[in-house]
């Protein structure tokens, strides 16, 4: 399972700086690559690799704009790694939640911004970690997932409607 992030909110491009920009691609999508890419040499057939995408990389967000463009780098090599990997029966997925109860999610908010996630959702609450996990373990298991691969998953507290 790949589950790596960074963020930091940004009023406009011009605020997210170089550091900023190398920071997010490093954590967000080369660390996926290079877990992949270690790991795949030594998985056998059955086996599955479950990405953490998110929402904004399906629909972009004004003040995340490099978080989002990982996001949807990490879709896309979902997409990719399942096409080159399905002649060795390695299956390849993506979980793409929207706002969820994470420290990640409210780290550079204020408390007043904080206690406002996931309000929008038609649930009007922020999904918890919990709700997420069933999700990645349908994903992992062979069982229940065998068929599956190449999919984005949206988990959106209600949302119909992905982008």
Known sequence: MNNAA???HQKSIEDVSDDQLERTFQTNIFGYFYMARAAIPRMKRG?????TGSITGLQGSKELLDYAATKGAIHAFTKSLAQSLVEKKIRVNCIAPGPIWTP??????KPAEAAKHGKETPMERPGQPEEVAPAYVFFASNADSSYITGEVLTLLGGETTAA
Do not use: E
């Open 47 to 51: 086996s599955a690799i479950v990405n």
């Open 104 to 109: 990640l999610n409210v780290a550079d908010k």
């Open 6 to 8: 960074f963020q930091q």
